[in-house]
């Protein structure tokens, strides 16, 4: 069982930047890929970034490419998404996912495992 917790939420006004953690404990990252998600009031969840297991593949959605960036402290079995450029529709609760299997897909359905996310508020 592989737990996770999110970390570095909070406030910020519009062109700030962020930096949000995921550890994880009970097992590593290093069976699989990891995302980031984020979720806004009444919306759907929707992809924000992920890389594989290697490193070697990162992808990004369209709405945050050029912006944010997902990158990873194997020794502290931590992995970031720093957030730069921040916009008001960033607001989100910010979630961490994990899965076996290297690529690093898009799609919610495939990560087993979660954290219980940390909210990021973008004020104008």
């Known amino acids: 069982q592989v737990l996770l917790v999110e970390s570095g939420g909070g406030l910020a006004q519009a062109g700030e930047s962020l930096r949000l953690s995921c550890t994880a404990s009970?097992?590593?990252?290093?069976?699989?890929?990891v995302g980031w998600f984020r979720q806004a009031p009444g919306k759907e969840r929707e992809f924000v970034a992920a890389?594989?297991?290697?490193?070697?593949?990162?992808r990004y959605g369209e709405s945050v490419k050029g912006r944010f960036t997902i990158f990873r402290d194997n020794v502290l079995n931590t992995v970031y998404l720093q957030m730069s450029v921040l916009r008001p529709e960033d607001t989100a609760v910010y979630y961490c996912?994990?899965?076996?299997?290297?690529?690093?897909?898009?799609?919610?359905?495939?990560?087993?495992?979660w954290g219980p996310g940390t909210p990021v508020t973008v004020s104008s």
């Open positions: 996912a994990t899965r076996r299997g290297d690529f690093p897909t898009a799609i919610v359905t495939p990560y087993e495992y």
């Open positions: 009970g097992g590593t990252f290093s069976f699989g890929s």
């Open positions: 890389m594989s297991w290697s490193g070697d593949k990162k």
